[in-house]
């Protein structure tokens, strides 16, 4: 009886210490899974704990991260802000970024956002060439001449500006990447696929809400 007792409690330490292995392994490993920005970059969301996804509508991974993200942010707790920025790595992404601030500024993005991934990757209309662009625009319920005064303003050059600085202070190698209060960075590419990506953002939020309360 007492050998019995003794072998069940050696499974127990042993299933114990197994369950203890894999929490850690799965907590996001810095240098691997997600980098700190030194010094944090600010962030603008106040008391809310600030998620900025540079993405690419061209990019084909961040057309597979996009429901999971919209998911991820309808679900998300109030005490989370997320925001998109057009990654600028390249001149040959301006077009992209612009169409975004534009359909931003005219009232559309929140209707647009996806059909602009959906047409451009699915259906192979090439948003990224202007004239294709305003055609599709104006198709899709947006004021023609709007578009083309607001696309082509000094306000979206600025906005194209802010966007290519933040590119480079939040060092951002590739797209989708995100970045979790000014403080740590991931990617799909670093976390091992966009499911796990938002996995890692998860853990992330909850690292900064905890660094937020010391």
């Known amino acids: 009886m007492v050998v019995f007792r003794k ?8 299933l114990v210490a197994a369950g203890a292995q894999a929490q850690t392994q799965s907590l996001p490993q810095l ?16 008391e809310r704990i600030e998620v900025i996804e540079f993405f690419y509508y061209g990019c084909p991974v961040c057309y597979e991260l996009e429901p999971t993200l919209s998911r991820w942010h309808f679900n998300a707790p109030g005490s989370v802000a997320l925001r998109r920025v057009p990654a600028l790595s390249s001149d040959n992404w301006d077009n992209f970024a612009k169409l975004f601030y ?12 996806w059909p602009v991934y959906d047409n451009f990757h699915f259906d ?5 060439e202007e004239a294709v662009m ?6 899709n319920g947006v004021d023609k001449q709007k578009f083309i005064d607001t696309y082509g303003s000094p306000e979206i050059q600025a906005k194209l500006a802010t966007a290519r ?9 590739g797209v989708p ?5 000014g403080k740590f960075v991931t990617s799909a590419r670093m976390a091992g696929g966009t499911r796990e990506l938002m996995r890692v953002v998860d ?3 909850e690292l900064a809400r905890k660094e937020r309360a010391k």
Do not use: C
């Open 124 to 128: 192979g209309v090439k948003l990224n």
């Open 177 to 181: 990447s995100i970045v979790v209060d």
């Open 7 to 14: 072998i069940v409690a050696l499974l127990l330490l042993a």
């Open 31 to 46: 240098s691997r899974d997600f980098i700190r920005l030194d010094p944090p970059r600010p962030v603008t969301s106040g």
């Open 102 to 113: 534009t359909l931003e500024a005219t009232g559309h993005l929140a209707r647009l956002h």
């Open 203 to 205: 853990q992330l939020v």
């Open 134 to 139: 305003v055609d599709w625009v104006s198709h």
């Open 165 to 173: 600085e933040m590119t480079r202070s939040y060092e951002i190698k």
